[in-house]
Nanobody, 118 residues
Framework: QVQLVESGGGLVQAGGSLRLSCAAS????????MGWFRQAPGKEREFVAG????????YYADSVKGRFTISRDNAKKTMYLQMNSLNSEDTAVYYC???????????WGQGTQVTVSS
């Protein structure tokens, strides 16, 4: 049974930084791509960043490119999202997700709240 647990969210001032973590258990961590998504109040959940199983390939939404960095430590079975230059539009619940065998994001964490005050 795959379980994902996010941590690191909180309240930060505009221009500040936060690092989110996603700890995984169950399954073969390094075999699958993973990603970060977010959902702001009243909005659809949106893709933020993705990373391949090896960590060699990364992908970003245009809205976070140059400010956020996704990474993973396969030995620790943990994925990270370093978020810099945060602004109010980054306020959302952030979810980590793992791809399944078919490539879809099949496993999700419970989410962690990020609130950016202006």
């Amino acid at each position: 049974q795959v379980q994902l647990v996010e941590s690191g969210g909180g309240l930060v001032q505009a221009g500040g930084s936060l690092r989110l973590s996603c700890a995984a258990s169950g399954g073969t961590f390094s075999r699958y791509g993973m990603g970060w998504f977010r959902q702001a109040p009243g909005k659809e959940r949106e893709f933020v960043a993705g990373i391949s199983g090896s960590g060699g390939s990364t992908y970003y939404a245009d809205s976070v490119k140059g400010r956020f960095t996704i990474s993973r430590d396969n030995a620790k079975k943990t994925m990270y999202l370093q978020m810099n230059s945060l602004n109010s539009e980054d306020t959302a619940v952030y979810y980590c997700a793992r791809q399944g065998a078919g490539g879809d994001y099949s496993y999700w964490g419970q989410g962690t709240q990020v609130t950016v005050s202006s």
